[in-house]
């Protein structure tokens, strides 16, 4: 498995089918992957679930510009996971797919 830095997505390919990049390096365990985007409910309490199984992940608040310019609260996550973690997250993730 590949790794793109530009989108932190893994990837079956050694380049990247969302921004293009080529030539990119092979997936380490500690490099956090994108898991999903999602509401901050569901976000929030994702955060929980893999905390409770001992899974790593950092959650980043993604909205568009505008909301961010007015100060109002972001209304999406992004969830990233150590690639060592990866498949239980997306196990995790999937029960609610
Ligand atoms: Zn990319």
């Known amino acids: 498995m590949y790794f793109c830095e530009n989108?932190?997505?893994?990837s079956e390919y050694d380049f990247c089918r969302d921004c293009g990049r080529g030539d990119l390096r092979e997936v380490k365990?500690?490099?956090?992957?994108f898991l999903t985007e999602c509401?901050?409910?569901?976000?929030e309490m994702m955060k929980n679930l893999l905390d409770q199984e001992d899974i790593p992940c950092v959650l980043l608040p993604?909205?568009?510009g505008a909301r961010t310019a007015f100060?109002?609260?972001?209304?999406n996550y992004r969830i990233f996971v150590p690639f060592s973690h990866f498949d239980k997250a997306k196990n995790i993730l999937d029960l609610f797919g």
Do not use: A, I, P
């Open 39 to 43: 509401k901050n409910s569901f976000g």
């Open 29 to 33: 365990d500690h490099d956090f992957c």
């Open 62 to 64: 993604y909205g568009s």
């Open 7 to 10: 989108c932190n997505k893994v």
């Open 71 to 75: 100060g109002m609260k972001l209304e």
